[in-house]
Nanobody
Framework: VQLQAFGGGLVQAGGSLRLSCAAS????????MAWFRQAPGKEREFVVS????????YYADAMKDRFTGSRDNAKNTAYLQMNSLKPEDTAVYYC???????????????WGQGTQVTVSS
């Protein structure tokens, strides 16, 4: 499966963005979807995983009150809604597809190319 993430940009602190991850192919529902992020000079970190049906999600503690992961299987697309953004949310955000694992221990099979999110203070 090929993944293309988009929707990033520059936003002021307190604002919102919705990222999208479009998947190619006809096996989208075979994959757990996830979002990760990588800030400058830091390791890539887990944000959220989204079950195949979209009915279950698992968030990193720091994001669960402000971020919402979802998917639309009819559109082969996963989403990350980010609210109340903070400057420390500035990072490249990556979507990922997995057939193994869950939550922060998810084992990624495919990565998207990343989309930059910059939050100004």
């Amino acid at each position: 499966v090929q993944l293309q993430a988009f929707g990033g940009g520059l936003v002021q602190a307190g604002g919102s963005l919705r990222l999208s991850c479009a998947a190619s192919g006809r096996t989208f529902t075979s994959y757990t979807m996830a979002w990760f992020r990588q800030a400058p000079g830091k390791e890539r970190e887990f944000v959220v995983s989204i079950s195949r049906s979209g009915g279950t999600t698992y968030y990193a503690d720091a994001m669960k009150d402000r971020f919402t992961g979802s998917r639309d299987n009819a559109k082969n697309t996963a989403y990350l809604q980010m609210n109340s953004l903070k400057p420390e949310d500035t990072a490249v955000y990556y979507c990922a597809a997995s057939t193994r694992g869950w939550g922060p221990r998810i084992l990624v099979d495919y990565w998207g190319q990343g989309t930059q999110v910059t939050v100004s203070s």
